[in-house]
């Protein structure tokens, strides 16, 4: 490949220019690749930890439905009475060029959405004990997409990083050397050739004052 180049001073300027962003490029991708690499082990931890909180969150909010299905019968009726909620915002924010959502459920006062009169304290419980599954489900759901995409990231980033360490680093770096090495050849070439002339010369001239003596 660095045969194709042409060796001239101006190419090697050039070369040695390539050269120098690659190796930063490379240092630039590897350093996000780190970065991006911390961060999906944080996530990852706080995934653990919302999973285990979410499953006895699960556990917990059965164990309070049973309950009330016990002491007002089926509580389908009741639960027809609460509104769907959809009050979650998306944002994102950016990590070293990937984005990373945010996922916010709108802070609304508590409110019972059935009577008073035909239900009691363990509806309420059930009630309660749903509303936090949902709103860790939410931060669950978040943090498990944030790991997807940082781990995009991180392949995106290798991948280039490998691309320049492998591929363009060294041809650059064989284009210096080929290029450096033949205009140094070119140059003891005319060294040897000024020297040859100036040899000669100095021949000549001692040739021509002799014969004027």
Known sequence: MSQTVFPTKGNL???????ALAQLGFDLLDRKRNILIREIMLLSDEAKRLQGSIDEAYKDAYDALRNANISL????????CVPVDDGI?????SVMGTELVNCELEKKPR??????SQTDSKLDEAYIRFKYVK????KLAETENNIYRL????RKAGRRANALKNIMIPKYEEQVRFISAALEE????????????KSAKLRKQAADEGGYA
């Open 111 to 116: 409110k019972l959405w059935y009577g008073l």
């Open 13 to 19: 300027i050039a070369s040695k220019k390539s050269l």
């Open 151 to 154: 781990s995009v990231g991180i």
């Open 73 to 80: 019968g089926v509580i389908t009726r009741y639960a027809k």
């Open 186 to 197: 070119k140059e003891r070439e005319e060294f040897s050739r000024m020297k040859v002339i």
């Open 135 to 138: 709103e860790l489900t939410i």
């Open 89 to 93: 915002t998306l944002s994102t924010r």
